[in-house]
């Protein structure tokens, strides 16, 4: 399983994992409790439960880059272009907006 802490403006807001069965979001519970909370997207508002899909979120999948950038991140960290995750993970550490993806490793959890 991969797994990544999603942050707007640097807060918390909560998890991206991709296992066996696809992709799950969930909001971390003391940012959704929080009243000033605003939703990572339109298509994700906060609630409880997880959001699973069997593709990456459009939102999410939205934040990786394209065309003659998305193929040097290709070529310099060998990623697979079918990877949606890994290249989330490997290029949208630090994106334009608000949103920021950061990878969890196994030793982290």
């Not at 991206?16 to 994700?44: C, I, M, W």
Request: proline content about 6%; glycine content about 6%; hydrophobic content about 45%.
């Amino acid at each position: 399983m991969r797994k990544a802490a999603i942050k707007i403006d640097d807060r918390l807001v909560g998890w991206l994992s991709q296992d066996e069965q696809g992709y799950h979001f969930v909001y971390d519970k003391a940012y959704a409790a929080q009243p000033n909370a605003r939703p990572v997207s339109l298509t994700l508002p906060i609630q409880e439960a997880a959001f699973n899909a069997k593709v990456l979120f459009p939102f999410f999948d939205g934040l990786i880059p394209e065309g003659w950038l998305l193929d040097i991140a290709e070529k310099n960290w060998k990623l697979n272009p079918r990877d949606r995750m890994g290249l989330l993970l490997a290029c949208c550490k630090d994106c334009i907006g608000a949103v920021s993806v950061q990878e969890i490793k196994e030793e982290d959890n």
